[in-house]
């Protein structure tokens, strides 16, 4: 068909040339309705939307202006990071558990980032601040807590570290109350969920109280029951996780009632067609 909008030689279109392709349109109306939601969820009255393609050149520079602008900001604020490798002014210390030398931080950070290391901190809070400025998290390795660090001062890690340590750093998270590291995890273990790490993140999930996580890794389970519950790694899960294996039987159980209910239905639905 003669496209207006995608063909490479539109001066050879047979005039009025304004004719455009299945393509063209659905792409032109998607890309209004996307503009229109992000528009309408910052507020703006409806009848300003936007109706046609008019404006949709200023509003990708605005976007990109948008960008570049958080982008300096960004590279601003990354200035504490630098400040922790290069280790400058720092006035604590944090240790792993296992063997290794601490590592030093900043307080005011720490207390900024999460409310638990702000109560250890302060001296008027409920716990008592750390003796020899030194605080120990002993549920991580070392690995573990220079990841958490990182994160803490730059808001970020790297791929291959967050799939190498996602549940120590979840159950970090959850218990010094990092939500944002928290997010980080989830959308990370929603967006990995396998048949070999299923039970893994069901497990983490139910600890942190991811509800979204839980309830998707354990449909991922169910309709993958055969592949994970005969493998070894579910032996040693049943017996660490009573309770979520009678949720896994459960779920399986309440999927197969659905299987048989939906099944019996289009049965009656077909008798009654043939015996019309
Ligand atoms: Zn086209």
Partial sequence: MDCSVCTSMPVQ????????????????RSL?????KLEAAQGIDK?????????????????????????????????????????????????SGAKGPPIPAHRALLA??????????DSDGCKAPPNDDTITLPELNNEELESLLEFLYS?????????KQVYSLSLAADK?????????????????????????????????SFLTLKENALDFIVKNMQEIVFSAKYDAFAIKNPHLSVQITRASLMDTKKIVLISTAYMYIGSGILAR
């Fill in 176 to 208: 010094y109350g990092i939500t944002y590291l928290q997010k980080l995890c989830e959308r990370h273990m929603l967006k990995s969920l396998s048949s070999s790490n299923a039970l893994d993140v069901l497990e983490v999930a139910d600890t942190c």
């Fill in 13 to 28: 279109l047979r005039p009025p040339r304004n004719t455009i392709c299945g393509a063209c349109y659905e792409g032109a």
């Fill in 47 to 95: 009848a300003n939307l936007c109706k046609n393609l008019t404006n949709v050149s200023r509003w990708v520079i605005d976007m990109k202006e948008s960008s570049h602008q958080l982008n300096e900001k960004i590279k601003f604020l990354s200035g504490f990071v630098v400040a922790f490798r290069d280790q400058i002014h720092t006035d604590i210390q944090l240790s």
């Fill in 32 to 36: 209004i309705s996307f503009i229109n």
């Fill in 155 to 163: 808001g970020d890690l790297p791929e291959e570290r967050m799939s």
């Fill in 112 to 121: 900024i980032r999460s409310e638990i290391f702000s109560n250890i901190l």
